[in-house]
């Protein structure tokens, strides 16, 4: 079936410009993930979605950061004017059952490179 | 959450199983133990989980240890397409702030 998809799969922005990063989770899922992974680094823990609220949000390194989910489904990570220490693959994740089931794997997507030159 | 120890580095030929293996001696009685690979350039892939029992999926088996203090992830005929870094995790219910570690960097080669 289909997986959590994201878009775009690159984006190169100048510095200061804003962008929307989008997720598809799995159809169904009521629970969605935003991770970052910088090069060469593990995972970073941005903001938990358990349908369309946000319990979690602690991840997120700055107010720039924000994201939404509507309709319990698509989530738009959205940062405002962009530094070069953003630049990381922004990596969104679902799972049918969100926080205390650990017997819901989460399932990643491809992720969106950004490139803040 | 658990600490969990794996090689850096394993190569497997083409064809044959590849073994896999994670020690995470501190594990508590809630914590499943869940495996990830992540190949160049795309996402975190879930590959299989288990609490206590012995698992298998259409990519995988996962043998745990009696005493779960470590487990195998098997592929059973590895090809040149699971050339991947292999990430053992154990998680609690808890913690959806997934901690990776270096993982174990598994090399098919033909």
């Known amino acids: 079936g289909a997986g959590v998809s994201q878009s775009p799969s690159n984006k190169v922005t100048e510095k200061g410009k804003d962008v929307e990063l989008r997720c598809d989770p799995i159809s169904g899922h009521t629970a969605l993930y935003w991770y970052r992974q910088s090069l060469g680094q593990g995972l970073e823990f941005l903001i938990y979605f358990q349908g369309n609220s946000a319990p979690d949000k602690s991840g997120l390194p700055s107010d720039r950061f924000s994201a939404e989910r509507t309709g319990g489904s698509v989530s738009t990570l959205t940062i405002q004017r962009t530094q070069q220490e953003d630049s990381a693959v922004y990596l969104c994740a679902s799972s049918a059952q969100g926080w205390g089931s650990y017997n819901s794997p989460l399932h990643f997507g491809n992720g969106t490179r950004l490139t803040v030159t | 959450d658990a600490k969990t120890t794996q090689p850096t580095s394993m190569d497997c030929a083409e064809g044959r199983a590849a073994n896999l293996p994670c020690n995470h001696s501190t594990i508590s009685g809630n914590e499943y133990v869940y495996w990830y690979r992540q190949i160049h350039s795309q996402g975190p892939q879930y590959i299989i989980h288990?609490?206590?029992n012995n698992e298998t999926n259409e990519m995988a088996s996962l043998i745990i240890t009696e005493d779960r203090k470590s487990s195998t992830l098997i592929l059973p005929h590895a090809t040149l397409r699971d050339t991947a870094v292999y990430y053992c995790i154990v998680r609690s219910g808890s913690n959806y702030k997934l901690t990776f570690g270096k993982g174990t960097l598994l090399t098919v080669n033909p």
């Open positions: 288990g609490l206590k």
